[in-house]
């Protein structure tokens, strides 16, 4: 049994077959990579299993329990956290309150209504950003204004926003997309660090083939909303069925 | 001091100084002087610049914080002012009964209005809490004239039970025999000071209100609200329910207003349905853009702006103006006198419109950007000259 098991999902927009009988099964403390062409359903996929959309057929279990039907917020605190593909973080506050946010997220829950109490006062959730912050080699930055950040540090603050939540689950979507090589290579290494480093199990959603074969232990292929095969990765580069749906086109 | 920051702390002082000493600070022109006409100081004026300033503050703390802007906040106003005079009508004069009322029946009506309005965002929200508003003006108007006394407006008679009504006490609103409407004048030289018992009452919960919002912009729960408006889709990814935070503002500032109307009928026993109307609901809009919004002094700031315009501008007519003009030739008087005509007396709209406009194409911030500006002014050629003075031995 995985951590996360997806079962016969499927998924129709309008005349748009766009998931049909998606089987997968991410095992606990792996790295997962989900692949596949342009419109395979990889982001299709990844919205089902965070609420964001709810699948018209099958089901997706995280730890035992499914998680059909339940809003964003309560499969987050469930303990998955998911990285978006523009970093989505809080620009117009500074990097600190950045990280306080997800810390407050863990401790009180979906809503507390703390409103008298001075944030700068909550000791143990000052201490944690901070140290999350320099887990990202991010401490000099504290006091920037987030929206004043270069992309490659926003995706840091982002990823670093997720992991503040200790979360079980890390879904990435394409986390290293529009980036330049060398962002790209600082996040993979950020990532392998976390990976190595944390109780954590990450699926990842990614075009970029360096970034897979670098990461995964396990891949999936995806392609015209239905996985194509499942393998470790030496198994898939000399897979022939791969090639032609997907590396094939691009060499 | 009292969990506030240095730099809070001395902002509350400032709000407390101008608070306090407003009687004095905005009559600084001679009773017998031309300029006269300009002076602020008296009570009526004062009263209204506290209590919209309340108001303002309030509303900031919804459309400022979590960027919803409700266009329906007048309701709350309305439903405060009824309330208290019913406590008038029913009980007696003594406000500590209507004003804790006036909090919590507008806090009542803004759940109810927030949880329905809340569904929707942007400019959906802003229609529904529009629609919802003028739902209430009308009721009040016509429908619920058995409470509110349709468009003569509710107030006291003589026939009404009153029934906790001393024999000494006074026959108008008071606060434990602290008359609201009594003032002391006191004469200086050229001046005339007037303190007056209503504005103090509304000076000192204007602080309060305001200690308590510098509280709720730096806590957690401030935070979180300015997260809902710099970016919804983080907050739900971080495992938050952004819609109890924004209801909880909804309900914070639906009870300042609440407690805004209520003053009202604290300083005039009377409570009209034309307090709900979606003029209102817009001044407020103007008052806390114009001064800054998401800032705390801000929505006071563009609160007293607003009413002093109105006040002064609507007060000076062709006479006046006549006057002003008398020193040149006749017919380049009239000529000025017919350019300024429309923005004065019941023109006084039209400037407020272009002020309004002004501000917001040269300074987003409101009042309070062009306050930042003009100290980053002095303070940077104030650098500049310490520079030249310290490099010029070197040459």
């Known amino acids: 049994m995985g951590i996360l098991e997806v079962k016969d999902v499927g998924k129709r927009f309008g005349g748009l077959q766009a998931l049909s009988d998606v089987n997968l099964s991410v095992k606990e403390n792996t790295v997962h990579a989900i692949i596949g062409p342009n419109g395979a359903g990889k982001s299709t996929l990844l919205n089902c299993l965070v609420g964001k959309l709810i699948p018209d057929t099958g089901s ?16 987050n605190q469930m303990g998955i956290s998911r990285v978006f593909q523009t970093p989505e973080i809080f620009a117009d506050l500074s990097v600190m309150e950045n990280m306080m946010i997800p810390c407050f997220a863990k401790r009180d829950g979906a809503f507390r209504m703390h409103a008298i109490e001075n944030m700068h006062n909550e000791k143990d959730i000052v201490e944690k950003a901070e140290a999350m912050l320099e887990d990202m080699n991010m401490a000099d930055k504290k006091d920037m204004h987030a929206a004043s950040m270069s992309r490659g540090d926003k995706r840091r603050l982002e990823i670093g926003m997720c992991l503040a939540q200790e979360p079980r689950l890390l879904l990435l979507d394409e986390p290293t997309a529009g980036m330049a090589r060398a962002d790209t290579n600082n996040t993979i290494d950020l990532l392998k660090q976390i990976a190595d480093e944390r109780d954590i199990t990450i699926a990842i959603i990614e075009h970029d083939m360096h970034v897979v074969f670098s990461l995964a232990d396990r891949i999936t292929v995806l392609a015209q909303g239905t996985p194509l095969v499942e393998d470790d990765p030496q198994n898939i580069r000399g897979n022939p069925k791969v090639r032609e749906a997907y590396l094939g086109e691009t060499g | 001091m009292l969990g506030m920051n240095k730099k809070d702390t001395a902002l509350m002082i400032v709000v407390a100084i101008l608070a306090l000493g407003a009687p004095i600070l905005l009559n600084p022109f001679p009773t017998e002087s031309a300029m006269a006409q300009f002076n602020a100081g008296y009570p009526d004026l004062m009263q209204r610049f506290a209590i919209f300033g309340i108001f303002a503050i309030g509303f900031n703390i919804l459309f400022g914080l979590t960027g919803y802007l409700s266009f329906g906040h007048a309701a709350f106003l309305g439903v405060g002012s009824y309330s208290v005079v019913w406590m008038y009508k029913l009980l007696d004069y003594n406000v500590i009964w209507g004003l804790p009322l006036a909090v919590v029946t507008a806090g009542a009506f803004a759940l109810l209005i927030g949880y329905v309005s809340l569904r929707r965002s942007g400019i959906y929200f802003s229609i529904l809490t529009l629609a919802f508003a003028q739902m209430s003006f009308n009721l009040a108007y016509s429908v619920l004239t058995p409470i509110t006394n349709g468009e003569t407006g509710l107030q006291v008679y003589t026939k009404d039970p009153q029934v906790l009504l001393g024999a000494n006490e006074a026959n108008s609103p008071h606060f434990f025999g602290l008359v609201m409407n009594s003032s002391s004048k006191i004469a200086m030289g050229g001046w005339e000071f007037t ?27 401030g935070m979180m609200l300015r997260a809902i408006k710099s970016n919804n889709t983080r907050m739900t990814y971080t495992g938050l329910n952004p819609r109890p935070y924004a209801l909880a503002a909804f309900v914070i500032s639906g009870m300042y207003a609440g407690l805004a109307g209520g003053l009202m009928a604290a300083m005039d026993p009377l409570a009209g349905a034309e307090r709900m109307q979606w003029t209102a609901s817009g001044e407020v809009v103007l008052m806390t853009i114009l001064g800054g919004t998401g800032t705390l002094i801000g929505p006071v700031l563009g609160a007293g702006f607003i009413k002093y315009f109105e ?3 609507s007060k000076i007519n062709d006479n006046i103006l006549h006057g002003w003009f008398s020193f040149l030739p006749d017919g380049l008087e009239d000529f000025v006198v017919f350019i300024i005509h429309p923005f004065i007396g019941k023109g006084w709209h039209l400037t407020l419109g272009i002020l309004f406009m002004l501000v917001v194409i040269f300074l987003p911030g409101g009042l309070v950007e062009g306050g930042q500006r003009l100290k980053k002014l002095v303070t940077s050629k104030k650098d500049d000259s310490n520079n030249t003075a310290k490099t010029e031995p070197a040459e």
Request: hydrophobic share 50%; proline share 4%; net charge positive.
């Open chain 1, 60 to 75: 997706v279990m995280f730890d035992g329990q499914s998680v059909l039907g339940r809003k964003p917020y309560e499969i």
């Open chain 2, 195 to 221: 303190f007056n018992n209503g504005y103090y009452f509304c000076a000192v919960i204007l602080m309060v209100m305001f200690y308590l919002a510098i509280r709720i912009f730096r806590s957690p729960f």
């Open chain 2, 311 to 313: 006040n002064i501008f």
